[in-house]
């Protein structure tokens, strides 16, 4: 078995915790590899070596699970980086909220071992796909959501909208999300958008800062393709995947759709929804 670790470098409250971690999966008996440049941090901070052996995302290595350590942002990271490979991720949370992890690194060996057991579930969740007619894109895929943004302009920019190649309507505002289920308590709660059980099979369109009231989020079916033609006074728009951000000249075409691969979430088997929106997000208090 071969586990890889993700992880970024503001670690200093879980460096003893992570490197325990570490010890036992090779005490084990378990191949553990660790992203190139989170062991060479883990390594300066600790003064000492680690029972593993480094690795770059640039050459994908093949393993049977992902952990990543952190919050979200190393979570969206990992899954950047070994969805393609239909590699299953374990979410540690070394951060603050952590709302995609499943455990603290106290508890993730113990994960660790109900996955070698088969104590687990896996929760398949939808990514999105984005292209443009006008920029190659090197990382095309998101878990949480592509949001088209004004850039450079304090005025509102107008983006047509097709659901299915049929006209829906003009966005006019500071931009549009479009999110899947699992990103719908991201940027698409913060923009008023609805929230949504992970494993529901849709999207959500949720305009930011819309200049009319009738402009309100919208749920479709995730076989819809959306397409955006975008116009704004400045020569180009943003466009994020997950928080990663380029620039698109103005009238070129964003479309999106579901992508043909899915994120494996391991959850423990006692894992439900309701108690996740309870515990992490204070849900009716």
Same mark, same amino acid.
């Given at each position: 078995?071969?586990? !890889?670790? =993700? +992880?970024?470098?503001?670690? @200093?409250?879980?460096?003893?915790?992570?490197?325990?971690?570490?010890?036992?999966? /090779?005490?084990?008996?378990?191949?553990?590899?660790?992203?190139?440049? =989170?062991?060479?941090?883990?390594?300066?901070?600790?003064? @000492? @070596? $680690?029972? /593993?052996?480094? =690795?770059?995302?640039?050459?994908? *290595?093949? /393993?049977?699970? &992902? %952990?990543?350590?952190? +919050?979200? +942002?190393?979570?969206?990271?990992?899954?950047?980086?070994?969805?393609?490979?239909?590699?299953?991720?374990?979410? *540690?949370?070394?951060?603050?909220?952590?709302? !995609?992890?499943?455990?603290?690194?106290?508890?993730?060996?113990?994960?660790?071992?109900?996955?070698?057991?088969?104590?687990?579930?896996?929760?398949?969740?939808?990514?999105?796909?984005?292209?443009?007619?006008?920029?190659?894109?090197?990382?095309? =895929?998101?878990?949480?959501?592509?949001?088209?943004?004004?850039?450079?302009?304090?005025?509102?920019?107008?983006?047509?909208?097709?659901?299915? @190649? $049929?006209?829906?309507?003009?966005?006019?505002?500071?931009?549009?999300?479009?999110?899947?289920?699992?990103?719908?308590? &991201?940027?698409?709660?913060?923009?008023?958008?609805?929230?949504?059980?992970?494993?529901?099979?849709?999207?959500?369109?949720?305009? *930011?800062?819309?200049?009319? !009231?009738?402009?309100?989020?919208?749920?479709? &079916?995730?076989?819809?393709? *959306? #397409?955006?033609?975008?116009?704004?006074?400045? +020569?180009?728009?943003?466009?994020?995947?997950?928080?990663?951000?380029?620039?698109?000249?103005?009238?070129?075409? %964003?479309?999106? #759709?579901? /992508?043909?691969?899915?994120? !494996?979430?391991?959850?423990?088997?006692?894992?439900?929804?309701?108690?996740?929106?309870?515990?992490?997000?204070?849900?009716?208090?």
């Amino acid at each position: 078995m071969k586990v !890889l670790l =993700f +992880g970024n470098n503001f670690q @200093e409250q879980s460096l003893i915790g992570i490197k325990t971690l570490v010890d036992r999966i /090779a005490q084990r008996g378990i191949d553990c590899a660790v992203e190139a440049e =989170f062991y060479n941090y883990l390594t300066q901070q600790l003064g @000492e @070596e $680690l029972p /593993a052996v480094p =690795f770059g995302c640039d050459h994908p *290595v093949e /393993a049977d699970l &992902a %952990i990543s350590l952190g +919050g979200d +942002g190393t979570f969206l990271t990992t899954v950047m980086w070994v969805a393609e490979h239909h590699i299953p991720i374990v979410g *540690v949370n070394t951060g603050h909220l952590g709302y !995609l992890t499943t455990c603290n690194v106290e508890g993730a060996y113990q994960m660790l071992e109900c996955f070698i057991n088969g104590e687990y579930k896996i929760d398949q969740r939808t990514m999105l796909c984005v292209s443009c007619d006008e920029v190659e894109i090197k990382h095309p =895929f998101a878990l949480n959501d592509i949001a088209i943004l004004r850039c450079d302009t304090s005025s509102m920019i107008e983006m047509e909208t097709t659901l299915r @190649e $049929l006209p829906l309507t003009t966005y006019k505002g500071d931009g549009l999300v479009v999110s899947t289920p699992t990103g719908s308590t &991201a940027y698409n709660m913060s923009a008023g958008g609805p929230i949504i059980e992970p494993t529901a099979s849709c999207l959500v369109l949720t305009p *930011v800062s819309p200049h009319s !009231l009738t402009m309100r989020p919208l749920v479709v &079916a995730d076989d819809a393709t *959306v #397409s955006v033609v975008t116009h704004s006074r400045a +020569g180009h728009y943003l466009v994020s995947l997950d928080g990663e951000s380029f620039t698109c000249p103005r009238g070129s075409t %964003i479309t999106i #759709s579901k /992508a043909p691969i899915k994120v !494996l979430v391991v959850q423990p088997l006692h894992h439900n929804f309701a108690t996740t929106l309870r515990h992490k997000l204070s849900w009716g208090i």
